[in-house]
């Protein structure tokens, strides 16, 4: 019964491409006289889905002789970004637009076809941190109506826009397993880590004046706190896709791991730092900017020692990070260790300094910073950065100089 369903679909799908191949015809006609674009963006998940947006507007002036249609790919992962892409870019007719960009895959015409990823290049959202693009702000933005419904909604947590908060954020896998359950996403377990190691981190930044936001639409774990200024917002009853945005958007800065919810922030000029990143994605990962970030360190199992930086950039020449299930690490006899709360903390506290302005690097950090890179790039070409060197955090290079051996 399965198979007799299964091959059904691909006949009426295939008999549904042929019916509509004059259409495709027709396209293509045009497309001789007028270049036409069908644009995909990825709005399933929220880190592609603002990059590829924001990304566009900065190559805009390359693509201004084309006449581009454009349309969001289901499920859509939040409402409001929706609505704000939409504000700055002509969609209509999304299902009958997706549709029809299946017909042009069936046939492989890739002539009317523009890759809405190539936008999504992590440079593309962080090169307005360079002094030469500051005055560059974000395409998307809030009404004056969205922003007093802002204002209003997080009365409902005790704030106001006077007060100060930070959104903190954990990567898990409930979000993925939930949308695309059919998937296979355990390649982005590495990512992961526990909320409650950012307990101690978020005491501190409570006591430094901040209401500290757990920020999530699904999560794995409730995050456990006495402190009425931590709000575990992922499991409150007042999240919304709105809240999702405007409390990113709006915080003093980000506090959390490599994950797509941390695009917000970046891409609405707020200070991101992160936590728990993995050593192989240093030169293209998000966080390139002028913020710090901590990572996470290999333990051989054999041995019990951790794993210095030469060893780890020996080990990552031949990773592809897309097969780094349980498997590998099992494999190679290794193991991944989280970030602990007491390291996550003594970032917090050198984040606060650097905040309030009261942090000055020492000569020492400086040191060792330049020395960490120094091997680095023994490996990795320094082309591949970009302006912005990455920043560890000298807290936690301090605490890690074995990786320096």
């Not at 549904?16 to 006609?29: A, K, T």
């Not at 009365?155 to 106001?160: I, R």
């Not at 880590?193 to 500290?212: C, D, E, I, R, T």
């Not at 730092?273 to 333990?299: C, E, Q, V």
Request: positive net charge; aromatic residues 16%.
């Amino acid at each position: 019964m399965n198979i007799i369903k299964k091959y059904s679909k691909i006949f009426i799908k295939t008999f549904i491409c042929i019916i509509l191949y004059p259409v495709v015809l027709l396209f293509e006609i045009i497309n001789q006289y007028k270049t036409i674009k069908f644009i995909e963006i990825d709005s399933s998940r929220m880190g592609n889905f603002l990059c590829i947006v924001e990304g566009y507007f900065i190559k805009k002036n390359s693509l201004k002789n084309m006449k581009l249609i454009f349309f969001f790919r289901f499920p859509i992962c939040n409402t409001q970004i929706e609505k704000m892409a939409k504000r700055i870019l002509n969609v209509k007719f999304n299902r009958l637009i997706n549709y029809f960009y299946k017909v042009l895959l069936f046939w492989k015409k890739n002539d009317l076809i523009y890759r809405g990823n190539s936008f999504s290049t992590s440079v593309l959202c962080v090169n307005r941190q360079y002094p030469e693009l500051k005055s560059i702000k974000p395409n998307v933005y809030f009404t004056n109506s969205e922003k007093d419904k802002g204002s209003k909604l997080i009365e409902q947590f005790g704030l106001t826009n006077q007060d100060k908060w930070i959104c903190i954020h954990n990567r898990d896998s409930s979000y993925l397993n939930k949308i695309f359950p059919k998937n296979d996403w355990s390649y982005h377990l590495f990512r992961n880590f526990s909320v409650q190691s950012l307990s101690s981190a978020a005491n501190f930044f409570a006591s430094k004046g901040y209401y500290v936001l757990r920020m999530g639409s699904v999560v794995d774990e409730k995050f456990i706190t006495n402190n009425d200024k931590i709000i575990d917002y992922a499991n409150s009853k007042f999240r919304s896709d709105f809240l999702d945005v405007y409390l990113l958007a709006n915080c003093n800065f980000f506090f959390g791991s490599d994950s797509g919810v941390g695009i917000i922030p970046l891409t609405f000029q707020k200070p991101c730092y992160g936590i728990n990143h993995f050593y192989t994605l240093f030169h293209r990962s998000r966080w390139l900017h002028p913020w710090s970030f901590t990572f996470k360190r290999l333990k051989n199992l054999d041995t019990g020692k951790l794993l210095s930086l030469k060893e780890t950039m020996n080990l990552s020449n031949n990773i592809n990070i897309f097969n780094l299930n349980k498997n590998f690490f099992i494999k190679n006899k290794l193991e991944l260790l989280d970030n602990s709360e007491e390291e996550i903390k003594s970032f917090a506290i050198e984040i606060d300094k650097e905040m309030s302005g009261n942090y000055v690097e020492s000569k020492e950090d400086t040191k060792i910073q330049e020395e960490f890179w120094k091997i680095y790039f023994q490996y990795i070409n320094k082309n591949e950065i970009s302006k912005t060197l990455p920043r560890i955090s000298p807290s936690f290079l301090r605490s890690n100089l074995d990786l320096l051996n």
